[in-house]
């Protein structure tokens, strides 16, 4: 992922907090600001309740990992969010769940066939 897609400031990380509803899903949750800019950022926040730094580093490897492999709307801010339940889950199930409620949030860009 490249580092121009990632949130890190604290400063953003509370604006969009405080100032948009959350979205829950299963172990996760997320905060999506809309904006102008013509690109999109991602935030991780992965509590100390999950694990030493070793396994939090782990999951927002993860998260960045399934983050890559779709394409994405323009103009927006998102913050992804994750609770204990997460360490319970493999890789496939962290990516469906999370793929899943980008697609109901709309921000994954729909691909079109062009078999014409």
């Known amino acids: 992922m490249n580092k121009e897609h990632i949130l890190k400031k604290n400063i953003d ?5 405080r100032n948009n509803r959350p979205y829950r ?8 600001e809309k904006n102008n800019d013509s690109s ?13 730094a070793v396994i ?14 779709k ?5 927006f801010n998102c913050i ?11 890789f496939k199930e962290m990516q469906y769940d999370l793929n899943a409620i980008l697609e109901k949030l709309n921000l994954i860009k729909e ?4 078999k014409n």
């Open 111 to 114: 691909k079109r066939d062009d």
């Open 40 to 52: 999109y950022h991602f935030g991780f926040s992965v509590g100390k309740k999950i694990g030493k």
């Open 71 to 75: 394409d994405y709307q323009n103009g």
């Open 13 to 17: 990380f509370q604006r969009i907090i």
């Open 80 to 90: 992804i969010i994750v609770n204990n339940n997460i360490l319970n889950k493999s």
């Open 56 to 69: 939090r580093n782990k999951i927002k490897r993860q998260l960045k990992h399934i983050i890559i492999k």
């Open 25 to 32: 899903f299963k172990e996760y949750i997320l905060y999506v």
